[in-house]
């Protein structure tokens, strides 16, 4: 397939089955797990923006918890999940929901309103324990789930992770690109990283090898679709 079709605009997500369970590959980079109606997004990285400012006075454009938590509301309404799971690394630091606006705030209220919404701890945001609403966890096990934001060393049967911020490349004809993306061999899978101000990093890096000794598929997230492309047909960068 040409590489400007994989591009096509056809708005179809993918579905796969992670240790046994049935799992769909939003194209917003979310998981929606049907049988729990639980959505699961990783990496949000809100007020990151914001962190930049006070930490360093670097000045990047201030819309990025805006822009993240509008791309949330749409994968909720498409969903209508019952739960919903930040898979850590929400904020990129503990402070960042004191410099969170107000309409933002208001956002994640009611996005929260009449949900069970669980915060799992990252590495940048463990220290935030309260005033974002919902609850706040290490790790959720749903079914023969596990969901948490880093991923184990060793074989993990049916873990859910993030914090690498997954992307796959593909070059073909002299072109490339290079897209977010799920990472899966049916055992266990790693997120994209949901946020709009996060960086990715290519699955060919050694990070992934001891996750996926046997080799995996990356789901990158098209235009309009995702496609399933295997790891020896992917780029380095």
């Known amino acids: ?86 898979l850590g690394d929400s904020f990129h630091d503990a402070r960042g929901p004191e410099r969170m606006e107000p309409g933002d705030r208001a956002m994640v ?26 609850r706040y966890a290490d790790t959720l096990t749903l079914g023969a789930l596990t969901l948490r934001h880093e991923p184990v060393p060793g074989a993990a049967p049916g873990e859910v992770a993030g914090h690498l911020h997954p992307c796959g490349k593909v070059a073909m004809r002299g072109r490339a690109v290079r897209r977010r993306c799920f990472v899966s061999d049916g055992a266990r899978l790693v997120m994209p990283a949901f946020g709009a101000f996060t960086g990715g990093l290519n699955v060919r890096d050694k990070a992934f090898d001891p996750l996926f000794p046997e080799g995996f598929t990356a789901h990158l997230l098209g235009d309009g679709r995702v496609f399933a492309i295997g790891r020896q047909m992917l780029a380095r960068d």
């Open 109 to 134: 209220a009611a996005l929260q309103e009449g949900r069970d919404w669980v915060w799992i701890a990252g590495n940048h945001d463990a220290a935030v324990q309260e005033g974002v609403g919902g």
């Open 1 to 86: 397939m040409a590489l400007g079709q994989r591009l096509e605009k056809t708005q179809k997500p993918a579905g796969l089955t992670l240790a046994g369970e049935d799992a769909v590959l939003d194209l917003s980079g979310a998981l929606w797990l049907p049988a729990h109606r639980t959505l699961v997004v990783s990496d949000l990285h809100l007020e990151k923006g914001s962190a930049y400012a006070a930490r360093s006075g670097q000045f990047l454009p201030p819309y990025d918890t805006r822009e993240t938590l509008a791309n949330l509301h749409e994968a909720v309404l498409r969903h209508d999940p019952a739960r919903v799971v930040a």
